[in-house]
């Protein structure tokens, strides 16, 4: 009897104690996605858009998935004072509420590694973004000419 009152207690205490809430994926908007075509399969392709958070939490994206690339990540170039650039894995993304995180030439992109077909311009591609909240949210990306510089073009 003693155990299930003291686990009674406990249960009371845990489910009255503030918890960091996880802003869900519902709240993302994918905006103005593009890739460019590639010229084989040898090396990485990338994919831009923006991510707009219209919910009043953060939201944190975790992860990327598609069939056209066996390893896609985030990544993010940067260039040093001597300006020499560089890219790497840049981890979990943070949308903040209310704001929006460009990925783009130069900056965050979606790299897409270890490609398993050519992107053809005039086509598209799935990209599933996965979130903190077990959330993901498709988007179809349209692949551009080999030389574009946006989605205009």
């Keep these: 009897m ?24 519902e709240d993302i908007v994918v905006e103005d996605a593009w890739s460019r075509a590639s010229i084989g399969i040898n090396r990485p ?7 707009r958070n ?3 939490d953060p939201v944190i994206l975790v992860g ?12 993010e170039t940067k260039t040093d004072a001597n300006g020499v650039s560089s ?7 943070t949308i903040p509420p209310g704001e929006s ?3 783009e030439p ?8 270890r490609l398993q077909t050519k992107m053809v311009e005039g086509e598209t591609f799935p990209l ?8 993901t949210l498709a988007v179809d990306v349209p692949i551009l000419g080999i030389a574009a510089r946006g989605p205009e073009g």
Excluded: N, Q
Aim: hydrophobic share 50%.
């Design 2 to 25: 003693k155990y299930s009152t003291a686990l009674a207690l406990a249960f009371s205490i845990l489910v009255g104690l503030p918890t960091a809430s996880v802003a869900g994926s």
């Design 128 to 135: 599933t973004l996965t979130f903190a909240d077990g959330g």
């Design 45 to 51: 392709g990338a994919a831009y858009m923006t991510l």
């Design 106 to 113: 130069g900056g965050m992109h979606a790299m897409l590694m």
């Design 101 to 103: 995180v460009s990925l």
């Design 87 to 93: 890219m790497a894995p840049a981890g979990e993304i």
């Design 54 to 56: 219209t919910g009043t």
């Design 64 to 75: 990327l998935e598609t069939p056209l690339a066996m390893m896609p990540d985030i990544h």
